[in-house]
């Protein structure tokens, strides 16, 4: 599995756009990013996932340039419900039910 | 339907104690896991099964036991507690393989004293 590294905190506040980004230097070619949210006392819950390019949903953005070696994702006028752990995640998209986390980043919204 | 649910939400244990922590899912999916959470890290794999009958180890499966013998229940076995386990334990199911379709429980929070 690929490492991947994305600063350990972010402070943002209300209404603002928030990019967090993630460098996965040794990506493989059948490697995707996937994105996680998990909020206090609770489990985590998918984000978003992407091969190349940009992928949008209702609820972010995940931008990954073409040589793939990092990624960002896009949260779009956040909120105080924002406040989460953000987790990044490089692997083969058949490896899910194994998925292994990294430390994540801890994004808090003040008002 | 529950989604995936998980028993108890709390526990104390004493040093060399056994328990089991329940799992159980109603969306009929095939694929279950077991993580921990320690304080201000992220998940990290116990266990895994991708079907009933079937289990494999994950990153850090020492000193659990797992077992499927019906497609809703994965339950996690602490043969002898230490301190070292005390975690947050969450389950997982999916009805894919994509993280996609992977589905968490609330979580158990155990303490070892």
């Known amino acids: 599995l690929a490492k991947t590294t994305q600063p350990i905190s972010m402070d943002s506040y209300e209404g603002q756009e928030v990019n967090i980004t993630c460098s996965h230097n040794n990506i493989a070619t059948n490697d995707y990013i996937t994105w996680y949210q998990q909020f206090p006392s609770q489990g985590p819950r998918f984000i978003i996932q992407?091969?190349?390019t940009k992928v949008t949903n209702e609820v972010a953005s995940l931008f990954i340039p073409a040589d793939r070696k990092s990624s960002t994702l896009s949260l779009p006028r956040v909120s105080l419900s924002d406040t989460a752990v953000y987790y990044c995640l490089v692997g083969e998209r058949t490896g899910g039910f194994k998925t292994i986390f990294g430390a994540g980043t801890r994004l808090f919204v003040k008002a | 339907n529950a989604g995936v649910t998980q028993t108890p939400k709390f526990q104390v244990l004493k040093t060399g104690q056994s328990m089991t922590l329940q799992c159980a899912q109603d969306?009929?999916?095939?694929?279950m896991s077991w993580y921990r959470q320690d304080p201000g890290m992220g998940l990290r794999l116990i266990h895994y099964?991708?079907?009933?009958?079937?289990?494999d180890q994950g990153e850090v499966p020492n000193g659990y036991n797992v077992s499927r013998s019906t497609t809703e229940d994965f339950p996690l076995r602490l043969l002898s507690a230490a301190p070292s386990q005390t975690s947050v334990y969450f389950c997982?199911?999916?009805?894919?393989?994509?993280?996609?379709?992977?589905?968490f429980g609330p979580g158990t929070r155990l303490l070892v004293l």
């Open positions: 969306m009929n999916h095939e694929y």
């Open positions: 099964s991708v079907g009933a009958g079937i289990t």
């Open positions: 992407g091969y190349k």
């Open positions: 997982a199911s999916s009805y894919g393989t994509n993280q996609e379709t992977q589905y």
